[in-house]
T-cell receptor, first 112, second 116 residues
């Protein structure tokens, strides 16, 4: 049973446009969410996180939105750059647990 | 400094070999993790160390043996592996054992393991 779902395996966007990556979760105990970016042959790099007490968190070009009632979060990248091309993983954690549950990832391709 | 350093970056080993993967962090984090990642899949948790003690073992076969000599170091000893164990092995750390909420897990660049 997949508790964190990234239903789009891939996304193609033009440079300068907005990239929107989506993530859904089923476990209502999850209260902390993280986005990681991964290039081939490298470990995941932390991008941005959000606690369930917030509905938005922003860091430079990256903004994460959380809709708790819909159990949905999204990562917005504006403007998208070719260097953003990578696999993006959504991950979730519950209070008191030291483990992350990952989605399967979305491959983002930003073309010049 | 948010660096988790893993060595070696690449390792090829035979099924009868004994080898070790090493991980180091100097962020003062007291939780350390081993993850395994296969191509086009998300990372899968293997082990969690909290305050240098093994707190979670996700039913990993005994041919993988973790060790945490001190709060900065984490090893993964490998023995009698199978070709299907070939994968990217990721070490990670986070500040506070017992919960991730409010924290961040930082990953190393990984060690690519090929078992022949």
């Amino acid at each position: 049973d997949q508790q964190v779902k990234q239903n789009s395996p891939s996304l193609s966007v033009q440079e300068g446009r907005i990239s929107i990556l989506n993530c859904d979760y089923t476990n209502s105990m999850f209260d902390y969410f993280l986005w990681y970016k991964k290039y081939p042959a490298e470990g995941p790099t932390f991008l941005i996180s959000i606690s369930s007490i917030k509905d938005k968190n922003e860091d430079g070009r990256f903004t994460v939105f959380l809709n708790k009632s819909a159990k949905h979060l999204s990562l917005h990248i504006v403007p998208s750059q070719p260097g953003d091309s990578a696999v993006y993983f959504c991950a979730a954690s519950a209070q008191g647990y030291s483990t992350l549950t990952f989605g399967k990832g979305t491959m983002l391709l930003v073309s010049p | 400094d948010t660096e988790v350093t893993q060595t070696p970056k690449h390792l090829v080993m035979g099924m009868t070999n004994k080898k070790s993967l090493k991980c180091e962090q100097h962020m003062g984090h007291r939780a350390m993790y081993w993850y395994k990642q296969k191509a086009k899949k998300p990372p899968e948790l293997m082990f969690v160390y909290s305050y240098e003690k093994l707190s979670i073992n996700e039913s990993v076969p005994s041919r993988f043996s973790p060790e945490c000599p001190n709060s900065s170091l984490l090893n993964l000893h490998l023995h009698a592996l199978q070709p299907e164990d070939s994968a990217l092995y990721l070490c990670a750390s986070s500040p506070t054992p017992g919960t991730i909420s409010g924290n961040t897990i930082y990953f190393g660049e990984g060690s690519w393991l090929t078992v022949v």
